[in-house]
C-alpha cells in the first residue's frame, strides 16, 4: 500500500479540478489578454475564478493578483510595498518561524539597509501580540507574520497581531500558504496575503496575492503590464481556474471532509500516545498537521524507514531540503531539545486519506520506530 500524508508540501489534484484545468488546456485555450473570441472565452474564466478567489477571501475581486504561486506573492507583497513607500529603509517584523519565501527575502533587506526584527516563539510555536507589541519601533512599516507554521502546523495569532498593526498604522502582510482551503479565514485581518495553488489541491505554478485597496504596491518585475501592472506576465487562465474549482469543492464539502481528518489525525495521535519517549511540536495546530519526535530515533531515518513501506512523510518543509542546513529552523527557534530537532517528521494529512491508509500507516510506524530504537 502507498499512503501520502505529505499534504503540507503539496497536494493532489483534485479530479474535478484536473478535468476541468483540462478544458481550458484543450479548448479555451486562448490569451486571455488577446481581443478576438477565443481571448474573450479564456478571460471570462480568468474573471470568474478572481470573483470566486475574492468571495472565498471576503474581500473585492479586483483586490486579488495572480501570481506564479507562494514564493513570488510574498515577494511582491514584501519588495512591492517597500519600493512602492520605503525605498530608503525602515523597520520590519517578522518572525523566526518564517518560510524560506519570507525569510531569505528579510535577510536580503538587512543588506540594503532596512532593520528587521525577527520574533521568537514560544516552545509552542506561536509568537505572541505582547512580544509582537514590544518590537514595534517608531520606524516600523511593515510586518510579515505567517498565518499557519508549515512545519508544525501552529496557528499564529493574526487576529490579535492584526489589531495591534492597525492601532500602530503599520502594514501587515500574512504567507497563507498553509491556512488557505484548510481553516476559514477573512483576509480583511491582513493588508495582503499570499497563497499556492498546489497547497489546496488545485496544480502548481498558480498562486494569489491579495492587496487591500489601501495598500500602495509597485511590480518588482516588469513586462506587459498584466494583472494592473503588478504582475506582468501571460495570464495563467487554467491554473486561476483550477484554483477556484479546488475552493469551490473544499467550500462546499468542508464540514464533512474536515471532520473526516480530524478523525484521522485523533487515530493517529491516540497511536504515538501509546509510544514511550515521544513529543508532539506546537499546539493549537491545524486539524491535517502533527509533527512528532521520538526518543532515540532520528528523524531522517523514519521517514526513510516508512518511505521503503509505502509511507510519504517528511522531517521539514519540502522547500528548506534546498539549504544545506538540516535540521529545522522553526523547532531551533522553539528551543526544543536536541532529540527532539532531530527527531521530529511531519504527518500530514489530507481530504483524500482513507481509514485504511491510516491504520496501515499507524502499524508500520509502531514496528518501524521499534525497529529503530532497537538499533541504535
Known sequence: MRVYLD???TTRVFDEVAQEVMKLFTQFYGNASSTHSHGYEAKRFYE???MKIAKHLNVEPDEIY??????????????GFLRANFPNGGHIITTQIEHPAVLEVARQLEKEGYEVTYLKPTREGYVTPDDFRKAIRKNTVFASIMWVNNETGVIQPIDEISKIAREHGIVLHSDAVQAIGKIRIDARLVDMLSASGHKFYAPKGCGFLYVSKGVRIEPIMYGGGHEKGLRSGTENVPGAHGMAVALELIEKNYEAWSERVKKLKEKIV???ESIPDHHINGSNTIFSHINVSFKGVHGESLATALDMCGISVSTASACASHHAKGRSHVLEAMELEDWIVDGAIRISLGYDNSEEEIEYFVEVLQREINRLRSMS
Not at 495572480?66 to 519588495?79: C, L, Q, V
Request: no cysteine.
Open 270 to 272: 491516540n497511536a504515538i
Open 48 to 50: 470568474e475564478a478572481r
Open 7 to 9: 499534504h503540507a508540501a
Open 66 to 79: 495572480f501570481t506564479s504561486g507562494g514564493t513570488e506573492s510574498d515577494n511582491i507583497a514584501i519588495r
